[in-house]
Each structure stands twice: as C-alpha cells, then as structure tokens.
C-alpha cells in the first residue's frame, strides 16, 4: 500500500490550498485516514482525520479553517485549508488505517507568503 500526497507549494497568506492523497495498492479496507503536520522546529502533529463512516474530527484551534473529506471511491482524502497563514507552514503528511494498519505518504510541503 502507498500514500501520495500532492497539492502543496507556495501560497500567498489568506488565500486557500487543497491537498490530496491518494491509497494505492492491495487495498481491502480504508478504516480511516488523516493529516498530520510538521511546522519548522516544531514536532509532528494532528490536523484532522476522517473515519469510514465520514465522522470527522479537526484539532482544536484549525476547525474554522480546516476542512477534512474523503472519496472513498477512490480511496483519497483531501485537506481544504481556507484563509492560509503563514503558521500554516509545514510539511504536511497523510496517514492511512488500511486493514488495520498504519501508512504514512511522503508528505507535501506547504509555504505560506506574507
């Protein structure tokens, strides 16, 4: 199974960003996938997770920003992130429960411009 997450780059502060990331591979069951981020300096941490059922959940203090959905047809969840600050900056990495077990993507970078 593999995790590729895409849509990150430079952006200019107050504007918005999707990002995706896709499963691939022997795929039985998507139990749930999320997003988590790593700010410069600072240590991995959790932005939002979606469960199969869709029941979402986003870190306190992003869910006026942050928006966290899924295409379980093609097994690919998707980070909106509205209103970018320049603390949005990090690497921003995926993380999938398929059959049970945990993968993470490369990750994507995202910068934000002031």
């Known amino acids: 199974v593999q995790l590729q997450a895409s849509g990150g780059g430079l952006v200019q502060a107050g504007k918005s960003v999707r990002l995706s990331c896709a499963a691939s591979?022997?795929?039985?069951?998507?139990?749930?996938m999320a997003w988590y981020r790593q700010r410069p300096g600072k240590p991995r941490e959790f932005v939002a997770h979606?469960?199969?059922?869709?029941?979402?959940e986003v870190a306190d203090g992003l869910l006026d920003r942050f928006t966290i959905s899924m295409d379980n047809a093609k097994n690919t969840v998707f980070l909106q992130i509205n209103s970018l600050k320049p603390e949005d900056t990090a690497d921003y990495y995926c993380?999938?429960?398929?059959?049970?077990?945990?993968?993470w993507g490369q990750g994507t970078q995202v910068t934000v411009s002031s």
């Open positions: 993380n999938g429960n398929i059959d049970g077990i945990s993968y």
């Open positions: 591979g022997s795929i039985g069951s998507v139990i749930a």
């Open positions: 979606v469960i199969k059922d869709r029941k979402t």
